[in-house]
């Protein structure tokens, strides 16, 4: 900031009622943009050879996984596109607890 900046700052004076009703209202609308921004990725459509290096499986177990409709996928000629939050519900289909 140069001097002239400096000049030309100015400054009000709150109350501190106001300002911790602002605070608040900024963590509400933070929380908000967090969880549709969840959502939102949660919702986006991944190309199959990505998806497919995301679960770690060769080409033929992705194919059988589709065969079998283990997966949902949506094909649009020979693209296919299969959706983060599918993904993420068969990741968690298959998940194994430690032992503690």
Excluded at 33 to 56: D, V
């Amino acid at each position: 900031m140069d001097v002239n900046e400096r000049t030309n700052l100015q400054m009000a004076v709150i109350p501190q009622s106001f300002l911790s009703e602002i605070k608040e209202e900024l963590r509400v609308v933070r929380e908000i943009l967090r969880e549709k921004s969840e959502e939102e990725i949660s919702s986006l459509w991944i190309e199959s050879c990505k998806a497919r290096k995301m679960l770690g499986v060769s080409q033929k177990t992705w194919q059988t996984y589709r065969d079998e409709r283990r997966i949902s996928f949506s094909q649009f000629g020979r693209k296919i596109y299969v959706k983060k939050s599918d993904l993420d519900d068969f990741m968690q289909a298959h998940y194994i607890e430690s032992k503690q």
